[in-house]
């Protein structure tokens, strides 16, 4: 009980002010968070509507079975440097407004939430959006790079070793909070903490078809180049 006292107290003693600015970012990330480039990038190569195809995703891995590396790779980089513009200018706000240090990293949180929101549920694609790995990247590489570079080598070394992106993307999730805890710290920066295991539990859930096709054995691996299952 006593934590949830202290964030009740947390709240309650932020200013009016605080709260409006942090409303203001928070839209203006979902926003950017809501431009999905599988969808953008596939209409700029003419490529097939990634959401029509594959797994129905708008995402960098079914982009990929178009057979369009350079497209995939231009969606990868996209949706990850979304996620990490939308933290970067949140750390400048909070430093050019001299914001409490835990204040301040409260307010970035929210904001990595809501980039990453806005991708997953895009107001303008009908909220219908991707699984948020590269934008989750993204975020966490911004919030600190130690803690982005290691999920990132998480993804790269298991999806080398295992061949599945989706089981790639589950274990990061899975470590990503124990990196965060490790790197950042609870005490000093819980609101990125709490944030990184936000992010873990929406991928796990996104992926939850994904879990019943690796356990039925029926996933495609990267680069299998199918469009339909």
């Not at 409006?20 to 969808?39: E, I, K, P």
């Amino acid at each position: 009980m006593s934590y949830f006292s202290s964030v009740g107290a947390f709240i309650a003693a932020a200013p009016h002010a605080y709260w409006l600015s942090c409303l203001v970012m928070v839209l203006l990330a979902y926003v950017l968070g809501s431009v999905s480039f599988a969808v953008v990038v596939s209409s700029v190569f003419q490529l097939s509507d990634p959401r029509t195809y594959g797994s129905k995703n708008p995402g960098a891995t079914n982009v990929l079975r178009n057979g369009h590396k350079l497209a995939a790779a231009f969606t990868l980089l996209g949706d990850a440097c979304k996620g990490a513009l939308a933290v970067i200018l949140a750390f400048m706000w909070v430093r050019h407004r001299g914001w409490d240090e835990v204040y301040g990293l409260f307010a970035v949180a929210l904001v990595g939430y809501a980039v990453f929101l806005g991708h997953l549920f895009p107001v303008f694609f009908r909220f219908q959006g991707g699984k948020g790995v590269a934008t989750a990247a993204g975020v966490l590489w911004a919030f600190y790079p130690l803690l982005g570079l290691s999920a990132s080598l998480t993804w790269l070394a298991a999806a080398a070793l295992l061949g599945y992106s989706s089981l790639a993307a589950l274990l990061s999730a899975f470590l990503a909070p124990i990196y965060a805890f490790y790197f950042l710290g609870w005490a000093k920066a819980w609101p990125l903490v709490a944030c990184t295991v936000l992010l873990s539990l929406w991928l796990v859930y996104r992926h939850r078809h994904n879990i019943s096709r690796l356990i039925n054995k029926q996933e495609e691996r990267i680069g299998s180049g199918r469009k339909g299952y």
